[in-house]
Antibody
Framework: QVRLVQYGGGVVQPGGSLTLSCATSGFTFSSYGMHWVRQAPGKGLEWVAVIFYDANYRYYADSVKGRFTISRDDSSDTLFLEMNSLRADDTGLYYC?????????????????WGQGSLVTVSS | EIVLTQSPGTLSLSPGERATLSCRASQSVSSPYLGWYQQKPGQPPRLLIFGASHRASGIPDRFGGSGSGTDFTLTISRLEPEDFAVYYCQQYGSSPWTFGQGTKVEIK
C-alpha cells in the first residue's frame, strides 16, 4: 500500500535552517509529482511547493520563494524540503502529499495520499 | 493567483441533515481542476472529490461534488457522526496551487 512517512521537524531559531524528509513506498516514486503543504496552528491549509516527476519543474509559493528548496531522490524514493532563513510565520505542521498522476509532462492533479505531518516551530 | 472563498465558515447541523458547502473562485478553474478534502483533528487531509464531481476511492456516495467555472459545491446528503470535520476546496490547475480557507461542519 502507498505510504508517506515524514521525518525531521523540530524547534529552530529565527534565521535558522531545517530539512524535512518524506520517505515513500508502495508506488513508483519516480513517476509521481509531490507537494509540500503546511498548516499554521489552528489555521487552514497553505500550499508550499511542488516538484514534478522529472524534477525539471518546481514551483513555490511566494511566501517561501528564495528560502525553501524542494527536491527529490528517486534512488531512495524520498522527497525533501530544505528550509532556510526561517521566520516565526513558517511555524506549523508540514505535510508531504502525492499528486495522483502526471500526464504529458505535467503534474496537475489532486493530492491523493498525504504524510502524517512534521511539526516545525520557529522561535527564539 | 486564483483565490478560493469558501462559505459558510461554520455550518451547524444535526446528524441526518443535508450539508451544502460552497467554494467560489476568483477566476475560472480550468478543466475543472478542483478538489475537496476532509480534515479531522490530528489527522492529515483526506481526498474526497477530484475533478469537481468524482468521488475518490472509498468515499461514500453520500458525498457529492458539482460545479464548474467559478462556482463549486460539496454536498453531504445525510450527515453521519464521522462527517463532522473541516472541509477544504483546492484548485490544482495553475500555479500557485491554492486552498480555500475551509468550512467547519459542527454538530448542532
Amino acid at each position: 500500500q502507498v505510504r508517506l512517512v515524514q521525518y525531521g521537524g523540530g524547534v529552530v531559531q529565527p534565521g535558522g535552517s531545517l530539512t524535512l524528509s518524506c520517505a515513500t513506498s508502495g508506488f513508483t516514486f519516480s513517476s509521481y509529482g509531490m507537494h509540500w503543504v503546511r498548516q499554521a496552528p489552528g489555521k487552514g491549509l497553505e500550499w508550499v511547493a511542488v516538484i514534478f516527476y522529472d524534477a525539471n519543474y518546481r514551483y513555490y509559493a511566494d511566501s517561501v520563494k528564495g528560502r525553501f528548496t524542494i527536491s527529490r531522490d528517486d534512488s531512495s524514493d524520498t522527497l525533501f524540503l530544505e528550509m532556510n532563513s526561517l521566520r516565526a510565520d513558517d511555524t506549523g505542521l508540514y505535510y508531504c502529499a502525492r499528486v495522483a498522476y502526471c500526464r504529458g509532462g505535467a503534474c496537475y492533479a489532486e493530492l491523493d495520499y498525504w504524510g502524517q505531518g512534521s511539526l516545525v516551530t520557529v522561535s527564539s | 493567483e486564483i483565490v478560493l472563498t469558501q462559505s459558510p465558515g461554520t455550518l451547524s447541523l444535526s446528524p441526518g441533515e443535508r450539508a451544502t458547502l460552497s467554494c467560489r473562485a476568483s477566476q475560472s478553474v480550468s478543466s475543472p481542476y478542483l478538489g475537496w478534502y476532509q480534515q479531522k483533528p490530528g489527522q492529515p487531509p483526506r481526498l474526497l472529490i477530484f475533478g469537481a464531481s468524482h468521488r475518490a476511492s472509498g468515499i461514500p456516495d453520500r458525498f457529492g461534488g458539482s460545479g464548474s467555472g467559478t462556482d463549486f459545491t460539496l454536498t453531504i446528503s445525510r450527515l453521519e457522526p464521522e462527517d463532522f470535520a473541516v472541509y477544504y476546496c483546492q484548485q490544482y490547475g495553475s500555479s500557485p496551487w491554492t486552498f480555500g480557507q475551509g468550512t467547519k461542519v459542527e454538530i448542532k
